[in-house]
Nanobody
Framework: QVQLVESGGDSAQAGGSLRLSCAAS????????MGWFRQVPGEEREGVAA???????TYADSVKGRFTVSHDNAKNILYLQMNSLKPEDTAMYYC??????????????????????WGQGTQVTVSS
C-alpha cells in the first residue's frame, strides 16, 4: 500500500524559506515520478514541481528559480526547498506519485503523469 506523508509546513515571512518533506513507502519502482502540488480553498489544485527516476525535474513558472525539488533515493523521501517565499505561495501542499510511470519527464501534462496517490498535505502560510 502506497503511503505518502508530508511534513515541514509552517508559517513564514515573505522572503523566507521552508523545506517540505514527503516520506514515501509501499512502492519501489525502478521508474517513478514524484510531484509537489498545492491548493488554495476554492481553487483547483496546481502542480508545483516534479522529479523522476532519471533525475529530471520540472517546475511551474511561478516557482522557477525559487523552489528546488529533490529526492533521497535511499530513504525514499521527496523534498521541496522553498526560498524567497511570497504570500501567494500560501496553500496546502501535497505530494503525489502515480501507480505507473515511464520516462521521460516533460513539461507537457506532467501534473497528470506524476500523480495518482496523494498524501494528506501540509499547510504553508506566508505573511507579508
Amino acid at each position: 500500500q502506497v503511503q505518502l506523508v508530508e511534513s515541514g509546513g509552517d508559517s513564514a515571512q515573505a522572503g523566507g524559506s521552508l523545506r517540505l518533506s514527503c516520506a514515501a513507502s509501499g512502492f519501489s519502482y525502478s521508474s517513478y515520478c514524484m510531484g509537489w502540488f498545492r491548493q488554495v480553498p476554492g481553487e483547483e489544485r496546481e502542480g508545483v514541481a516534479a522529479i523522476d527516476s532519471d533525475g529530471t525535474t520540472t517546475y511551474a513558472d511561478s516557482v522557477k528559480g525559487r523552489f528546488t525539488v529533490s529526492h533521497d533515493n535511499a530513504k525514499n523521501i521527496l523534498y521541496l526547498q522553498m526560498n524567497s517565499l511570497k504570500p501567494e505561495d500560501t496553500a496546502m501542499y501535497y505530494c503525489a506519485t502515480p501507480p505507473s510511470y515511464k520516462p521521460p519527464l516533460t513539461e507537457d501534462n506532467w501534473w497528470t503523469r506524476c500523480s495518482g496517490y496523494w498524501g494528506q498535505g501540509t499547510q504553508v502560510t506566508v505573511s507579508s
